[in-house]
């Protein structure tokens, strides 16, 4: 059975760009949550969407956004990138009815902005 | 609202000595418990959980029990290897309390000397 997985697995980007990143859940799980590892913050809550909605986002500004498709699988954009977006971005997913009791993650998106 | 605290890192052990790292929380309802590691350059894999008080949770040797009255959760393995040097998270859902996503502590990284 695939993990999750996510894409790109690294990328530098400039101040001001804009960013897309890709995660695919488990076959068969409905939830994907995304989650942002700064250096010296753990790791932040950004967004959990469910069965194609947004259900719930952590203390971050608009301009961090995402959408779940009907395939389950989730992008995470973030406009007007600055250079404390440099993290690693994952994400999760969880089968139904599970919620975040049983979370696997993905191996993450590096994003490092210049 | 939620929260978790473990102690900071990182911590420096040489191989077959014993491992505590300490984990507190504040939840507003009956949480759920969790240790995630996450090995150099990998994702956050599940190594323990507990659902409720005095649960023990355990795997590959390592051990937690909830403890409600200390609202404490501390990880423990009584001989280290050095394939255990990784960063250890504590974590908790609070489902009851409505939150369907994990909170997260720091991380503590462990490093493992033979």
Redesign the interface.
């Known amino acids: 059975e695939a993990g999750?997985t996510q894409s790109p697995t690294h990328l530098i980007k400039t101040r001001g760009q804009q960013v897309t990143l890709r995660c695919s859940p488990i076959s068969g799980h409905t939830s994907v949550?995304w989650?942002q590892q700064a250096l010296?913050?753990?790791?932040q809550?950004l967004l959990?969407y469910d069965e194609g909605e947004e259900?719930?986002r952590?203390n971050f500004p608009p301009r961090f956004s995402g959408r779940q498709f009907p395939n389950y699988s989730s992008e995470l954009n973030v406009n007007a990138l600055e250079l404390e977006d440099s993290a690693l971005y994952?994400c999760?997913s969880s089968a139904p009815g599970s919620?975040?009791?049983?979370?696997?993650?993905?191996?993450?998106s590096r994003l490092t902005v210049l | 609202g939620d929260s978790v605290t473990q102690m900071e890192g990182p911590v420096t052990l040489s191989e077959e000595a014993c491992l505590t790292i300490n984990c507190t929380y504040t939840a507003t309802g009956y949480p759920s418990l969790f240790w995630y590691v996450q090995y150099p350059g990998e994702g956050l894999q599940l190594l323990l959980k507990a659902t409720k008080a005095d649960d023990k949770g355990s795997n590959k040797g390592f051990e937690a029990t909830y403890r409600k009255e200390t609202t404490s959760f501390h990880l423990e393995k009584g001989s280290v290897q050095v394939s255990d040097s990784a960063v250890y998270f504590c974590a908790l859902s609070d489902q009851g309390a409505g939150s369907y996503q994990l909170t997260f502590g720091k991380g503590t990284k462990l490093s493992v000397i033979p």
């Not at chain 1, 919620?99 to 993450?108: D, E, P, Q, S």
Request: hydrophobic residues 50%; without cysteine; aromatic residues 20%.
């Open positions: 999750v949550y989650y010296g913050l753990g790791l809550f959990w259900r719930n952590g994952l999760a919620g975040a009791n049983v979370l696997t993650f993905g191996a993450g």
